[in-house]
């Protein structure tokens, strides 16, 4: 404002009001609010960090679990888990699964694609299956011509006279079975072979020791220097040794008719992992981050058999040690090169005691070998099972988990299957009868290992097979501990498809109660492997023809001995809002600053000078019309941009808070943030979902803190949209600031909130912009919002100002004067009973005021200098006079003006 003070002057004429002194009680009320109304404005940063909403919640969200074999594994993290380790889901889409058929598909079955790059011990390497021949080449009938010779007599190997030969396969092969294909893959040639696992005398810088490895690499290993300068190519070219080798093994399989499917074992269990869903973050990646691993000791699934590099590794540990007299290193590699192979598996596979401490290792008699042909006393056997690759596994649905079921009533659904498997709907069964002594699942007719009458719980599961090392008859019994956690279903015991058995015992006081007199026991063949059912019970795996292995029951009788880590990760949004609210902070102290400054300033002007004609009726005047003025109006009108900056995200901040719009994980329908780990981590959990919420209005009214919040909303959009000539003389009374606030603030923000929160629930729900930051989608819709209002707010003006004027608010129309009109505008808002019908020119001083264009020189009090005065541009003001009624109904009800040009 211009400090020129000079010209409040005049005298009081006859039409001039005067205003009761300021000390009277009804002036001192008035100016009492005026100064609580200021202080309270004052106050606007301790009321933005009351009414403030600070998130302190971490961004992310940690979780660990111990794991059980029945442990639910959801959807989501094995998808994740099996892609990354190169295996084939097999699980319906959604559906869940349970640690236990993880396990299997990762340490047993051979489903993995992505290995090769784990093939790095030197011995006893997981990821080297057993042998099933030497050369990427099948070159098995040079072994089976050299044999020849031993036909008669056998093979003298070490102390023993071996006549069993294990052919070389020509069909069936894997990558990892393969011995050349495996040294490819570990970079290993023959000169760094012979004394990699077992140190011998041999130098292979010496020219004759070198001569024997050129020999030996050209009989056993014919391929490998070429494979082994693909092998530094592809690294060379890739730079990623995990590619490179992966890439590397698929072409073996490919240009050698290998499978490339293996073990995906324990590196690839327990690899880390991370998966994205949502918007795109600040930080370029999508804000919803799940990571995820599995972290222990996984029990190996035993499986008995000779590694691939074993028997070639023999023939230069046999050349290097026991070299015969009068033999060359080159005559025997010539001698041992081809045939051995097969002669040492024969060795190692022979149970008749000839193979010593060996017996077992690969037991002929079991089913590691069949039996082909004999020439002489060399019989000749051909391999079977060297791994097994997994059928596609089907799964029981979640509804055949028994969560609902009791110990007895488990026990109940369990004897209901078993009876009718056995006597099919001929005979009724009684419910609640403890029918079965024991369940014995039996494997290669090894029915005397069952317990009979030992058996102490038809529950438990007995199971009898023959172990594969020692090759005798044998029971595992496994107490049932999964209390009522199991799968019931008629198809986990493949009664038809298979070609095991199982032996039932009946109760001895239960038995003739199902009209079968003298029944004690009662076998049914062809069901599914033993293990297989066990599988089905323990995971849902319906059986297939898997052959599962012995020690199954083993460690799933005890702890898995891995824990389960995930965090959850929801992106940058509370991070945002905690940024809002600083800087609705920081907006709301700029705006208590200016309000300082104007308030001093207003006040300033309006003291009269001493010498000042009239200087106490004027001061008294000006003070008068200066509490009928709202301070923050004066200031919003002054600092329209930079407030409407600030304004803009305060009501951002509310309608985000208000609304609960927002992104996060939940699992079951509730905030993983708000859960525990016992909550969150149980057997049927759900997959966790990451999604964006609209949110929806709620909670406007009660409690006090969100009223108030509304009401600071509903000001600030009121003030935003419509502050400036529209309203003016709108906020000078209570009762007209509350009808402002109610129509042309808090019922286009609620309005405007429905209508946003209606559009971004459409598009969540269509799944439109996804990649688009939620907050920010939210924000654009604020500000075309506001835009739009900003455009329609003289149409809002009209249409309000019919339910002002039944409310008793009208609008009072001014003289068309250039100066009145850019001060003021066409018209000020007033009281009914201040109302004049017809134009005026002139304006109560507490509207000029809250004008930014009004500076207090244009103020005209009198007419004693008029003829004196003129403002800055030389002009002297257009006087418009006022009646006598006029000026009597003013002075009647103590009313203030002013007259400006």
Known sequence: MTERSSSITGSASSWLPVTPDWRTSYAFVRWSSFVLSVLWNLSSPL???????YGFDSSEVSLSEGLQWITSIDYGIAKQLYADAGVELDLPDGQSTRFLNVYLDFMFFRKSTSWAHL????????????????????????????LAKWRNTGVEFWTWTITDFVRDEEHGCAVHEVAEAVLCLKGINASDFINLDYKTALDPHDPEVHAMLVRYQELVLPDLNSCLARRASLLSAMGDAKLALQRLAAEIAANYTLDLRNRAGEANLFLDHSTEYGFVDINGHLSGQRHFKLAGTAAEVRSPGIEPLAPIREILY???????????????????????????????????GSGATNAGWYPISGDAFQFASSEGIIRKYNQLNRG???????????????????????RDEVDRIMFQAIFGDQIEWSKGDELMKERCYVRDACFDACLGENATNGLDFTFAYRDPFSNQCTSKVLSYTMNNRGYVSRECYGIGKGNSSIRFMFNQNKYNQIHVPGLKTYVVNDTADPFEIFACIMGGRIPSGERLPENLPDFVDTRTNMIFLQSFERGSEQIFLNFYELLTLLGCTIFACWVAKVSVSIIRHTSMRADAPNAKQLSAQLRYS????????????RGLLLLRCFGFVSLVTWYLHATGTSCSWSVNGQDIWQLNSTDFLTTDTQEPLYSCQPGALHDFFWPFKAAARLQAASYTLFIMVFNGRLIRGLTRTAYGFSLALVFLGALPLLVTAVIITEINRARLTAGVMESVHNQLFVTLL????LLSLWLLRRHLIDWVSVPF???????????????????????????????????IGFVPLSVCFESREFEFHYIILGTR??????????????LQKMNTPVTERLLEQQTEYCVVF
């Not at 409310?807 to 201040?834: A, K």
């Open 388 to 410: 097994k690759v997994a059928h596609n596994a089907s799964y029981l649905p979640l509804s055949a988990i028994t969560s609902d079921l009791t110990q007895s009533a488990y």
């Open 318 to 352: 046999i050349c290097s040690t026991i070299l015969p007299v009068n033999m060359t290193l080159l005559e025997c590699i010539d001698r041992w090169a081809v045939v051995l192979p097969g002669i040492y598996m024969g060795w190692a596979g022979n149970d008749d």
């Open 47 to 53: 009321k933005s960090w009351l009414l403030s909403r």
């Open 865 to 878: 200098e008029y003829n004196d005065f003129k403002d800055r541009a030389g002009r002297k003001p257009s």
């Open 782 to 785: 604020w500000a075309f919002s």
């Open 119 to 146: 093939v790095n011990h030197h011995h006893d390497d997981f990821y080297e299956g057993r042998y099933c021949r030497s050369t990427l080449v099948y070159r098995g009938d040079r072994a089976e011509a050299q």
């Open 805 to 839: 004027r039944r409310l008793g608010i009208r609008r009072q129309l001014l003289l068309p004067q250039r100066g009145l009109q850019r001060i003021i505008g066409s018209y000020y808002f007033v009281h009914s009973s201040e109302f004049i019908s017809h134009a």
């Open 626 to 637: 200066l509490t009928r003025t709202s301070v923050a109006i004066i200031v919003w009108d």
